[in-house]
């Protein structure tokens, strides 16, 4: 008889933020999905560094919101009247846990669908209905492990890296490419996020950062702002359901361009 170890992974019930969320806790980090939003206030790694970092105040007020509630992941909906499903704080979704390791959430007009499945070191997304009138982003907005400082960020994509371009939103600074997968990472933590396709596209994707006041990328607080699928006009790009998205850690820092391959190569085997 075979002993199979024991899964490192938890779902279970909590207010959190004032509002019902699911809580899963696994290996590598722990997360907290809005019910009603349908998507991540906190994603939370093993050091207590929280990524997303989502708060309501200041509520949508642009640029002070880069501290609070422009937060999210993977802030899927933003046009036409289910704009905000996806994001955590809005009230667009019903989010229903399917076994223990599964959430499936549902927009309210029930014009979209999209199923969570939770892993020990990473977690997918695949959108299962789409609104054929209407086109979806991934975007991750939030701090690169736990804080705003750009000079001390790096990111890198299958395209190459590790990346220190600091572009500032706030002076129409983007870089737009077409990435298979992008990881973020900062110069003192030996922890990357990454985020991911299973299969390429041919659409825009786009990174910058916005900081919380007119300062810009001076900013004492602010998040990254990364798009798969969203034009030079904040227009999303996606369109087709049956999509999957792939997002987790991987406990290593990237320094160099001999350190990025592996990374690629661990990624690439993650989402294939």
């Known amino acids: 008889m075979v002993c199979l170890p024991a899964l490192s992974l938890e779902i279970v019930e909590e207010t959190y933020l004032g509002v019902p969320h699911f809580v899963i806790k696994t290996r590598s980090a722990t997360y907290f999905y809005d019910k009603f939003g349908g998507g991540f206030s906190s994603i939370i790694d093993r050091d207590g560094k929280d990524w997303v970092d989502f708060k309501r105040d200041p509520w949508d007020t642009f640029p002070g919101s880069a501290a609070s509630s422009y937060r999210g992941l993977p802030k899927f909906v933003y046009t036409k ?45 695949t959108m299962d209905r789409v609104d054929p009138e209407n086109r979806y982003s991934f975007m991750y907005h939030g701090p690169i492990a736990g804080s705003f400082v750009p000079e001390k960020k790096y990111w890198g994509t299958n395209l ?49 950062y916005m900081g919380d006041s007119e300062k810009g990328i001076a900013s004492d607080d602010g998040m990254v702002v990364f798009s798969f699928g969203r034009m030079q006009d904040s227009q999303p790009l996606l369109k087709d359901s049956g999509k999957t998205f792939y997002i987790g850690f991987v406990e290593r820092k990237i320094e160099n361009s001999r350190q990025h391959s592996r990374m690629k190569t661990r990624i690439e085997k993650i989402i294939h």
């Open 160 to 208: 190459g890296g590790p990346r220190f371009d600091i572009n500032d939103f706030h002076k129409n600074d983007m870089i737009y490419a077409n990435w298979w997968w992008i990881y973020f990472g900062d110069i003192e933590t030996r922890r990357i996020l990454f985020i991911a396709m299973e299969k390429p596209d041919i659409f825009l994707d786009t990174f910058s």
């Open 81 to 125: 009247e289910d704009s905000g499903a996806g994001h955590p704080g809005r009230k667009k979704c019903v989010s229903i846990l399917l076994n223990k390791r599964s959430i499936k959430t549902i927009a309210m007009t029930g014009n979209w669908e999209w199923t969570w499945v939770f892993y020990e070191n990473h977690a997918t997304v």
